[in-house]
Antibody
Framework: QVQIQESGPGLVRPSETLSLTCSFS??????????WGWIRQAPGKGLEWIGS???????YYNPSLSSRLTLALDMSKNQLSLRLRSVTAADSAVYYC?????????WGQGVLVAVSA | DVLMTQSPSSMSASVGDTVNITCRAS??????LSWYQQRPGRVPRALIY???NLKAGVSSRFSGTGSGTDFTLTITNLQPEDFATFYC?????????FGQGTKVEMK
């Protein structure tokens, strides 16, 4: 069973960089059948796909975020990272990390990030 | 980009009802469609993958049909724990896209 845990600051100032880490257990990040991804949900809104990685071979980003976004896999630590630059209040959301194999089967509990001065 | 149009955006139903939620893709996505349930304050969970396959541990009251551009999630014999918001997701081609969500409320 894959266990996923997101971590990162709950508060980020406007124009700064949001950095989140996702740690996995129960599966190797190098498992070739899985994509690893981030999804976010602004308060009271729907789910928004941020991006997905496949074994450091393919990176897929939401075009609305791609100019500010970097996703990376650290295979030595079995971790996925997210960096979102120049954040605004519109980036305030719960950020979820999840593993995908035909569906997002395994989710972390999410981390609530507020962008505020 | 593939646009996913989900309908209805909300609905009222009673325990025991059958509910249908549809997602229409703006282009052919084959069967790369999954469905999710999100209860208030909870993490989403996958119900259906590859358009019509039930995830392990999910009640057989949930079923999915469709391929290409038109997909349906059906919930039969609606139970109190089913009142939630449901989303579809296309994973056929990036950017992957969620539908806008359907909130199923108790009548």
């Amino acid at each position: 069973q894959v266990q996923i845990q997101e971590s990162g600051p709950g508060l980020v100032r406007p124009s700064e960089t949001l950095s989140l880490t996702c740690s996995f257990s129960g599966s190797s990040i190098t498992t070739r059948s899985l994509y690893w991804g981030w999804i976010r949900q602004a308060p009271g809104k729907g789910l928004e796909w941020i991006g997905s990685l496949y074994y450091n071979v393919s990176n897929y980003y939401n075009p609305s975020l791609s100019s500010r976004l970097t996703l990376a896999l650290d295979m030595s630590k079995n971790q996925l990272s997210l960096r979102l630059r120049s954040v605004t209040a519109a980036d305030s959301a719960v950020y979820y990390c999840a593993a995908y194999h035909w569906s997002f089967d395994h989710w972390g509990q999410g981390v609530l990030v507020a962008v505020s001065a | 980009d593939v646009l996913m149009t989900q309908s209805p955006s909300s609905m009222s139903a009673s325990v025991g009802d059958t509910v249908n939620i549809t997602c229409r893709a703006s282009q052919n996505i084959n069967i790369f469609l999954s469905w999710y349930q999100q209860r208030p304050g909870r993490v989403p969970r996958a119900l259906i993958y590859a358009a019509s396959n039930l995830k392990a541990g999910v009640s057989s009251r949930f079923s999915g049909t469709g391929s290409g551009t038109d997909f349906t999630l059906t919930i039969t014999n609606l139970q109190p724990e089913d009142f939630a918001t449901f989303y579809c997701l296309q994973g056929h081609s990036p950017p992957w896209t969620f539908g806008q969500g359907t909130k199923v409320e108790m009548k």
